[in-house]
């Protein structure tokens, strides 16, 4: 492989991982040898290697094939990382360039993060039916469902799958002209294109994708005239039996100022949704990014318990667990100390307290009623019998576990009850959760119904 040749990879490589991934991971590496179909990449350190190993050599290796037959493999080596020409001195490419990397001239597709692949993605309850979904239309085979429509709260992984499928896409299927990209880009856009009276060409360009993907389509509310251009381009594709991805942050028919034709356009598909995390998938997660990180840090020791800790508290979103887990890892690499409970509480008290949930005591008393199916005048009430007094107890220790009341305030709430009762019933729940089984399942079950 030739100079010439690394300098038309990199300037493809530059477009599909963007502007930042390029200049961080890319744009040291240097060009060595190859030998037996080992192509040779210098890098400045090892850590350097491992990461670029992990998350760009498929794309690097694809991108070498495509210049040069016989290259089965890549090889990292700690070496001379004297920079290259940079990517626009680029010549006019020996070898036809895949269509999707010509076609992306004039596409810019937006830079597609090499860490949202699918082999990252934790597949859970709450995300399986769209994590499945994007993985069919990944495989680029027959259209089945346009169009493929996740939507789901905030920091759930909906940008996560629409890379992955991006990413996937150009790997399996190098010829598909696949346009990823922003509402707000596809807004600005047509707004550049109606000022520089190039209508036509942003027609013709749309028009021409395979596969469009439209991420946070939310945003187009209310705008009409981008509604309008989004609308035709939309049409024009489903009629060509073109691919249709679109992500936003609630179901078409709930986005406000959204046309109704283009609600029930966007309905016409596969709508799924990604629902709110639960506990199994925040430890999923959790610990996908400590064995990750762990492979960079083989050294690296997280104490039981933390991973449980950060997924029963931090049930916001997966953004703030992953910031979390990011400044764990930061902490105790500059202090030098294992991760355990008291780091872990030290270095994220700010977090911790942000997402606390504020479980209220009226929340937790309808629980347990609804679980042990009683009245919840009854649980509240004078009646001693033993059938209220155990799901009373099980709610006041509930109370006492989950909120910051005290205990003559929990009392208030149960009927006017004294702090001493409400002390006894924790004290009673917290020796039966030892030896019943059943009441440390029901426990568990009801903390978890109620953490969700
Ligand atoms: N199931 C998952 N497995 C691994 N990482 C995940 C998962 N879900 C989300 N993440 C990570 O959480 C972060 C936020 O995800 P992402 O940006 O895809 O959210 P989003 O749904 O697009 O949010 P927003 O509505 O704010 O745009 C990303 O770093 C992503 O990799």
Not at 141 to 159: A, H, M
Request: overall charge neutral; aromatic content about 8%.
């Amino acid at each position: 492989m030739t100079q010439e040749q690394w300098a038309r990879i990199r300037s493809r490589l530059l477009k599909t991982v963007g502007q930042n991934n390029f200049t961080t991971w890319i744009d040291p590496l240097s060009l060595g040898g190859t030998e037996d179909g080992v192509s040779t990449l210098f890098v400045p350190t090892n850590f350097f290697g491992n990461y670029v190993s992990q998350n760009f050599a498929d794309l690097i290796l694809h991108e070498m094939q495509n210049e040069e037959d016989g290259i089965t493999r890549l090889r990292f080596a700690v070496g001379n990382c004297e920079k290259p020409a940079a990517p626009e001195v680029v010549k006019p490419t020996a070898k036809p360039a895949p269509v999707q990397a010509a076609n992306n001239n004039t596409l810019n597709t937006a830079p597609l993060d090499a860490r949202f692949s699918f082999d990252n993605f934790v597949v859970g309850k709450p995300n399986e039916l769209a994590h499945a979904a994007a993985r069919r239309v990944a495989e680029g085979g027959p259209v089945t469902f346009n169009p493929l429509f996740l939507y789901g709260g905030v920091g759930l992984g909906k940008t996560h799958l629409m890379h992955a499928i991006a990413q996937e896409l150009h790997i399996r299927k190098p010829e598909l002209n696949v346009l990823y990209l922003s509402a707000e880009q596809f807004m600005y856009r047509f707004v550049q294109a109606l000022r520089d009276r190039k209508m036509m060409d942003f027609k013709e360009i749309f028009r021409s994708v395979d596969v469009l993907m439209v991420d946070d389509v939310q945003f187009i509310a209310g705008k009409d005239s981008t509604q309008e251009e989004f609308f035709h381009t939309f049409n024009a594709l489903v009629d060509q039996n073109k691919q249709i991805i679109i992500s936003a942050d609630r179901a078409p028919g709930e986005i406000k100022d959204l046309e109704d034709r283009v609600k029930s356009r966007l309905q016409c598909g596969l709508v799924v949704d990604l629902h709110p995390t639960d506990y199994e998938l925040r430890l999923g997660i959790l610990q996908s990014k400590v064995e990750a990180q762990q492979k960079n840090y083989p050294g690296l020791e997280v104490e039981a318990g933390v991973l449980e800790f950060l997924a029963h508290r931090i049930t916001t979103n997966v953004r703030v667990l992953e910031g979390a887990l990011t400044r764990l890892f930061a902490f105790a690499s500059l202090v030098g100390r294992e991760i355990n409970m008291d780091l872990t509480q030290d270095c994220l008290a700010d977090v911790l307290r942000a997402s606390e949930r504020k479980i209220s005591i009226e929340e937790i008393q309808r629980k347990v009623s609804d679980h042990y199916n009683i009245r919840l005048s009854d649980m509240v009430g004078p009646k001693r019998l033993r059938s209220y007094a155990r799901p009373r107890q099980v709610a006041m220790y509930l109370s006492k576990k989950l909120t910051s009341r005290s205990l003559p305030e929990i009392g208030r709430r149960f009927g006017g009850r004294d702090h001493t009762t409400v002390m006894h019933g924790v004290k009673r729940i917290e020796e039966l959760k030892q030896s019943d089984g059943q009441i440390a399942e029901d426990l568990e079950l009801l903390r978890r119904a109620l953490e969700a």
